[in-house]
Each structure stands twice: as structure tokens, then as C-alpha cells.
């Protein structure tokens, strides 16, 4: 992360989803601080991290808000599916129902969002094996069926972690590169930061005289 | 010439003479005797004389030789004449010469004491030259020192430039030349204080002005590009550079300019924040669904205009830090309760309605715990004393008092006209409604239910907000009723209530009044249960004479059916237990008016068995009571 805090050209929006106690706010922990959290309080509403990844040579703010799982919380968290580019749907490998839920989070998220969302599926804890309750398979299969990007990561290990935060940036920025999102419209999740990217400010204008062409 | 003269006649004469010793003494003789042995041979100069004689006479006649003395005489005359007039021209050009060499002394003389002078003239004008050279030289490193210094302490003209600006372009942009030569000035301010240590004072101080002057120009000129970029930073995004923060990070040096730039960007921010929220309230493009189509849904409308400002608050908080280029939050909290600000108004407006038109109690708790959810959240990120958290912190007031003036008036539209008691004295329906009304808005307390001990206070004010003119009601209802019908459909509504509301966390008060008041009717009943017993064995005359100490003969024998009477209730206790006792609604209450009842039933007969005791002896009482009270005690109470 050269260059200081500062220089990115993007800010990107996550929202976390996923039933309670899957690690959602362990998955953010280990993507922000690099770190375990062991004994994680169960989150309060929603709670927010940052962090400045590269994709394609562009440095991307991600600003991703970790929801609580609790339903209790529901009134809070359905606030900031609105301006999310990605969503974390989480569930966890060794309990079926939490997987066994995630149509209806998928419904919720769908819902909520934009459409150009792109919505990444977690199996979180693959470094459980033994108590694994849901196969790679069936979650890759349900993945494909609804169009998700998936993976199974561990926020206790590490693993895949980093992949699966900058896997959904890459896809967000393909989407913009592709002109599918609209940077000058408010609540796509994703802004545009410095003038560090004169291409894509290029390309923004044009959008827009397009839309006034229209 | 005369000796040779002499010498010739001479010689013949001693060759002729010399065997005498006589004349060895005679001068003649002797040189005679000189001349006769001196050996010609090796006389050189003998021999030339005689060479050059023999060519002066042609003939050796005798005119000749007599003639010899005066010819030699004349030649050496000639001779003599001639070399003296040799030697007078000798002497008249030795004279000449002397005359000359005299002049030319004099010459020389003349020329000595011009060259002296010439000399003394000179060696001044040679001081004179190496003063200038050493001058010459002591100026040239003056000059080197004056330029060094002037490199050190003036500004290169380009820098000045880009410090000043051109005339010609005022309006020119600040680079990096600009922060190059700013810190140039200041370390030349900075050196100068080393002058001033030294004897150069007045230089450091000259210098210094014109430093300060020149870093005055830049810091001006700073804060106008500022306060223009500033200025512009009203776009949705907006694009905070290096340059920018460079800026900022420069004119802290000078807080008031620095503070103007920041209230510029927080108002271009605020008119920027405003200007997105009322887009997402009214038109949102990409989703199509602007945040105000939910109206309809208070809780999700509101929910929606908190998430989003939270949202936009940390990204507010991101450009903030991004323009301090640190993360100060003395100085970003100010700045983003500013930039909050402008969304106050249509908040409060929007919400505001919400709540005055929200009049349902459980709805309106559950926006309650949202708003002080977000007031929570919103004073975290904000400053106490922000705009957004005074606005958020009276519209909690403003709900909090909707609600529990909806709750009140949904209570008493619920217990209007609460009827009388059924037979079966069981709680009114009307208990059942308040208590699901008080479960649901109990059961979404879930946001705030975490810390704030004002959360618990408030939850005492909601239950007694319901309970109290509950059961108030329940005592009007059953005012015509009789003492103990009243008391057990009291005890059997509080008995619902209580259990009702001890599942919850924070209501261990509640739970004890209300336990509090059950036992008083409790009481009641049991009293009114173990009177019954006591009448049903005939012990109501004579404990009524124990209690009033007027024992007679007539309390005595009112004792006599005791024993006959005593038996079947002891034998089946249950069967004397009043109806409404067996009305109460919990076994557990049930059981335990009856073990007090039969305690009291068993002190009563204590006391009867003690007072006929003292007063008859123990005769009587055996003959009255067969049983003792401890057996009473064991066959009533083990039950």
C-alpha cells in the first residue's frame, strides 16, 4: 500500500451479509488488520472498516460495512444494501441452516441493491474440514445457478481472504471499465476519487453527454 | 751609451792586463774583468744591442766610430724627441679622454640622482599597486562571500516568481516550485536567526523582513488558490489532490487563513451533502427507488435516511482526513459536523412527520430505538454538540414523548370500559390485550437494549405507563364484588401480569411491586380461607373472647362440638377449601393459600389449646382436643 493513504481513485462500497455468527466480522477483521479475532463480540447494527487495495493499477478505498446477523437488527442493516457495489453473502461450511438461508438473503440482497451489484458468495471456516456441513460442490452449484461468484475462504487462517475482497473489486471495476455503472449517479457504491484517472474521467463525460444526447 | 763607450777600449786594455794582481782593486780593472768574463753567448740583450748597433753604420770607417758616441747621442735625442712628441699627443688625448670620462661621471652623476629620484618615485607608486592588488584580491572574496551569502539568503528570481506570481498571471496554479521556494524562504528565515547570533544583526533583521515579507505574499497567495479550490469542492465526489493537501498543510502555519479555506470547504461540502441527500430522498437513478417511495413504511424510511447518512458521514469523514492529510480529530470533528449541518433541516423535517403521524405504540417504539440507535452511532462519529446529533437527540425526545402519549392512549383505549368479572374470576380479556401490546413493544427493545441506563429507565416507564391504569381498572371492575372474589381475581390478574413481564431483562422491580401487591391479596385470601376453617370447627366465638380476653363459661362451651366437628376436616382438608380458592388461576398460588391457611388454622388452635389449658387444666382440653396441636399440625401441614 505505497503511496500513502490518500491517493486512490476509487471508493468502493461492500455491504456483509450473511446469517449471525458465520464471520462476517472476522472476515472483515482479517481483511483490514490482517488478524484473528477470536472471541468477536456479535456486531451492534452495522460497523464499518476501510481499506486501500490495487486492481488493474488503480488504488480502490473499499469502504465495507459489516451488518449484524441478528434479525433484531434488520431495520438497521437494510439501510446499506442501497449504496453497495459488492456484497458478501457469508454462510458457514459447518452449519447447513446458514447456508440454508441464503436464498433468502440472496432475495433481500437482489432486492435492495442496484442491479449492477456484484454479489460475492463465502463459505467461510474451510479451515474446519471435519465439521464440514456443506459441500464445495453444492455451494458452487447454487453459485452458478444464481449467477454469484463464490469461494471458500477462513478468517481464522487467512486463507482466500484477500482474494475474495479484491476478486469483487476486480469485478467492480470490469463493470465501470465495461461502462455498466454510472459514476456520476449517486448510490452505485462506487465513486470516483482523484483526478488520477484521466481516462476513466474521460470516458465518464462522454457518458454523460451521451445521456444528454439522449 | 757611454758605458758601452767606455767599456770597448776598456776590454782590449784588461785582456792585456790581467795576469796582474795589482789591479784587482782598481775600479777600471775590475770592469774590465767584468766585461772580459762576461760571456756574450748568453747575454741576450748584449747581443740584440749589438745586433741594432751593427746596422747603424754603413762603413766601419773611423769617422764612423768617433762619430759613434754623437750618432748614438742624436738617435737617442731622435728617439727621445720623438717619443716626447708621442707622448704629448698621448698626453692631450689622455686629456681628452679625462675630459670625456669627467663628463660622462658627471653624466653618470646626473643620471644616479634622477634614478634615485625615478627610484623613491616608484617604490610609492609599487605600495600603491600591491595595496590595490592585496585590495584587488580582498575584494574578489568579497565578493565571492557576498554572492555565497546572497545565494544563501535571496531568492533566485524564478523562485521569487513562482513564490509571487507573475503579474502577468496572476491566477497561476500552485506547483511544486511554489512549495520549493516557500521552503526556501523559511529556511532562509530560519539561517538568518544564526546572523543574528553573529555581528551581521542588521543584515539578519533587513534579511528577515523581506522574508517574512515575501513568505506573507506566498501564504496569501496560498490561501486564495485555497480558498478557490476549496470552493469548488461542492461536486458529489470531490477530488481532493497532493497539491491541495500540500496547500492546507502549509497555511496551518497561519490558523485564521487555514480556518477560512476549511469553513469554505465545509460549506461547499454542505451544500454538496445536502444537495446528494435530497437526490437520493427524490431521484435516485440508479436504483430507481428514491429513499421517499418507503414513506409508507416509518421504520424503513427513517431507516433508510439514517443508513444513508451514516454512509455518507464516513465517507465525508474519508475526504476530511484526506484533505488534513492526517487523521486529526480535533480538527475533522468540527469540520464534518459543519458539513452535517445542511442535512438537519430536511431530516428533521421528514422525520418529524413520520413521528407525528406514527400512532401506533409498537411502530412508534420501534422508530424510538432506531433514532437512539442513530443517535448512538451519529455521536460516535460526530462532535456532541454537531448539528445532525442535536437535531437526532430531539427528534428521540420528540418520538419518546409520541410514544408514550400513544401508549397511553392505546392503554386507555384498551381498558375503556373493562366489564365486570366473569364467574370464573379469571383476568379480563382487556389483561390479555395490554400484556401482548406490552410483549411486542418489549420484544423490539433489541437496538438499544445494549448499556445506556437511561434504556432501563425507560423501560420502567413503559410498564408502568401500561400496568398501573391496568390495574387500576382491574380494582374499579371488581369494586361491587365481595372482599375475597375481589382479591382472587386481583391476585389472578396480577399472577398473568407478573409472569408476562418478568420474561424480560430490567424488570426486576417491576416484577417485586407487582409480587408485592399479589401478596397483600394473597393475604387476603388466606385469611379469608383459614377463617373459614375456623368456623367450620366452631373456634370463631372463642377466639373472638381469647382475642378481646373476655373469656366466659359460654366461649368455653362453644368449644364442645369442636372435637366432632374437627375430625372430618382433618380427615379431608381439601374438602373445606372455599370455591374461590380453587378459582386461582396458578396451582402454585392455589397450594400455597392453603398451606398458609392451614398454618394459621394451626396457630389458632395453638393459642385455643393454650388459653383451655391455663384456664381448665388438662383434663378438659384432653376430653375437648384428643389430638395435641403438634398432631394437627403434622396431619394438616404434611399434606
Known amino acids: ?214 | 751609451m757611454a758605458a758601452i763607450g767606455a767599456a770597448s777600449p776598456s776590454s782590449s786594455a784588461s785582456s792585456t792586463a790581467a795576469p796582474s794582481t795589482t789591479t784587482q782593486q782598481n775600479p777600471l780593472s775590475k770592469k774590465l774583468h767584468k766585461i772580459l768574463e762576461s760571456n756574450l753567448d748568453n747575454d741576450k740583450e748584449t747581443l740584440e744591442a749589438l745586433g741594432v748597433l751593427s746596422g747603424f753604420l754603413d762603413k766601419n770607417t773611423l769617422q764612423a766610430r768617433r762619430n759613434l758616441r754623437s750618432d748614438l747621442e742624436k738617435r737617442c735625442l731622435g728617439l727621445n724627441d720623438n717619443f716626447v712628441q708621442c707622448l704629448q699627443t698621448l698626453v692631450q688625448q689622455v686629456q681628452s679622454l679625462q675630459k670625456e670620462a669627467s663628463d660622462m661621471k658627471k653624466c653618470c652623476d646626473n643620471m644616479q640622482t634622477r634614478l634615485g629620484a625615478a627610484k623613491t618615485h616608484t617604490s610609492n607608486l609599487l605600495k600603491e599597486t600591491s595595496e590595490l592588488q592585496s585590495k584587488n584580491r580582498e575584494l574578489e572574496m568579497q565578493s565571492l562571500v557576498v554572492s555565497a551569502f546572497l545565494g544563501k539568503f535571496q531568492l533566485m528570481p524564478q523562485e521569487s516568481e513562482a513564490l509571487c506570481g507573475s503579474y502577468r498571471a496572476q491566477a497561476t496554479t500552485i506547483d511544486d516550485r511554489f512549495f520549493a521556494a516557500m521552503e526556501r524562504v523559511r529556511g532562509i528565515h530560519q539561517d538568518c536567526k544564526v546572523l543574528l547570533r553573529t555581528s551581521q544583526q542588521r543584515a539578519g533583521l533587513e534579511i528577515m523582513e523581506s522574508m517574512a515579507m515575501h513568505l506573507e505574499t506566498a501564504y496569501e497567495r496560498l490561501y486564495h488558490w485555497c480558498q478557490g479550490q476549496c470552493r469548488t469542492m461542492n461536486a458529489e465526489f470531490p477530488e481532493i489532490n497532493s497539491t491541495l493537501r500540500k496547500a492546507l498543510k502549509e497555511l496551518k502555519e497561519r490558523p485564521i487563513l487555514f480556518q477560512y479555506c476549511i469553513d469554505e470547504y465545509s460549506i461547499a461540502r454542505r451544500m454538496a451533502l445536502v444537495r446528494s441527500f435530497i437526490d437520493a430522498l427524490t431521484r435516485d437513478r440508479s436504483t430507481g427507488r428514491p429513499i421517499e417511495l418507503h414513506s409508507h413504511d416509518p421504520v424503513r424510511y427513517c431507516g433508510y435516511m439514517f443508513g444513508w447518512l451514516h454512509q455518507a458521514i464516513a465517507t465525508e469523514n474519508d475526504h476530511v482526513a484526506s484533505l488534513l492529510s492526517e487523521h486529526d480529530t480535533e480538527q475533522s470533528l468540527p469540520i464534518l459536523s459543519m458539513v452535517t449541518e445542511g442535512c438537519c433541516r430536511p431530516l428533521h423535517t421528514r422525520v418529524e412527520q413520520v413521528i407525528v403521524s406514527t400512532r401506533h405504540p409498537v411502530l412508534a417504539y420501534k422508530l424510538v430505538n432506531l433514532l437512539r440507535y442513530y443517535n448512538g452511532v451519529f455521536q460516535g462519529l460526530l462532535k456532541d454538540t454537531a448539528p445532525m446529533v442535536k437535531t437526532l437527540t430531539d427528534l428521540t425526545d420528540l418520538q419518546s414523548k409520541m410514544f408514550f402519549s400513544a401508549l397511553n392512549a392505546q392503554t386507555a383505549k384498551i381498558l375503556e370500559g373493562i366489564e365486570a368479572p366473569l364467574p370464573d374470576l379469571s383476568p379480563s380479556p382487556k389483561v390479555g390485550e395490554i400484556l401482548s401490546l406490552l410483549q411486542s413493544i418489549l420484544s423490539s427493545q433489541d437496538l438499544t437494549s445494549l448499556g445506556s441506563g437511561n434504556h432501563e429507565q425507560q423501560l420502567l416507564l413503559i410498564l408502568t405507563t401500561c400496568i398501573d391504569p391496568l390495574i387500576q381498572s382491574c380494582n374499579d371492575a371488581v369494586a361491587p364484588l365481595s372482599r375475597l372474589d375481589r382479591a382472587v381475581y386481583l391476585v389472578n390478574s396480577l399472577y398473568l401480569v407478573q409472569s408476562t413481564v418478568s420474561l424480560y431483562e430490567f424488570t426486576d422491580r417491576q416484577v417485586e411491586s407487582l409480587e408485592q401487591q399479589m401478596q397483600a391479596h394473597m393475604d387476603t385470601v388466606t385469611s379469608e380461607q383459614s377463617d373459614h376453617l375456623s368456623e367450620v370447627v366452631g373456634f370463631t366465638e372463642f377466639r373472638s373472647s381469647l382475642s378481646h380476653n373476655k373469656l366466659t363459661d359460654e366461649s368455653f362451651e362453644s368449644l364442645n362440638t369442636t372435637p366432632q366437628l374437627l375430625s372430618p376436616v382433618i380427615s379431608a382438608p381439601d374438602q373445606y377449601q372455599l370455591p374461590q380458592c380453587k378459582l386461582l388461576a396458578s396451582a402454585h398460588l392455589r397450594n400455597a393459600v392453603q398451606q398458609k391457611a392451614f398454618e394459621h388454622f394451626c396457630q389458632t388452635y395453638e393459642s385455643i389449646y393454650a388459653a383451655v389449658t391455663t384456664e381448665k387444666g388438662e383434663e378438659v382440653v384432653k376430653s375437648l382436643f384428643p389430638q395435641p396441636p403438634e398432631q394437627i399440625r403434622k396431619l394438616l401441614l404434611s399434606l
Open chain 1, 1 to 214: 500500500m505505497s503511496g500513502g493513504p490518500y491517493n486512490y481513485s476509487y471508493i468502493f462500497k461492500y455491504i456483509i451479509i450473511g446469517d449471525m455468527g458465520v464471520g462476517k466480522s472476522c472476515l472483515l477483521h482479517q481483511f483490514t488488520e490482517k488478524k484473528f479475532m477470536a472471541d468477536c463480540p456479535h456486531t451492534i447494527g452495522v460497523e464499518f472498516g476501510t481499506r486501500i487495495v490495487e486492481v488493474s493499477g488503480q488504488k480502490i478505498k473499499l469502504q465495507i460495512w459489516d451488518t449484524a446477523g441478528q434479525e433484531r437488527f434488520r431495520a438497521v442493516t437494510r439501510s446499506y444494501y442501497r449504496g453497495a457495489a459488492g456484497a458478501l453473502m457469508v454462510y458457514d461450511i459447518t452449519r447447513r441452516s446458514t447456508y440454508n438461508h441464503l436464498s433468502s438473503w440472496l432475495t433481500d440482497a437482489r432486492n435492495l441493491t442496484n442491479p449492477n451489484t456484484v454479489i460475492f458468495l463465502i463459505g467461510n471456516k474451510s479451515d474446519l474440514e471435519g465439521q464440514r456441513d456443506v459441500t464445495y460442490q453444492e455451494a458452487k452449484q447454487f453459485a452458478d445457478e444464481n449467477g454469484l461468484l463464490f469461494m471458500e475462504a477462513s478468517a481464522k487462517t487467512g486463507d482466500n481472504v484477500e482474494d475474495v475482497f479484491i476478486e469483487t473489486a476486480k469485478k467492480i471495476y470490469q463493470n465501470i471499465q465495461d461502462g455498466n455503472v454510472d459514476l456520476n449517479a449517486a448510490d452505485t457504491g462506487v465513486q470516483l476519487k482523484n483526478t488520477t484517472a484521466p481516462a476513466d474521467r474521460k470516458q465518464t463525460q462522454q457518458q454523460k453527454q451521451d445521456g444528454c444526447n439522449c
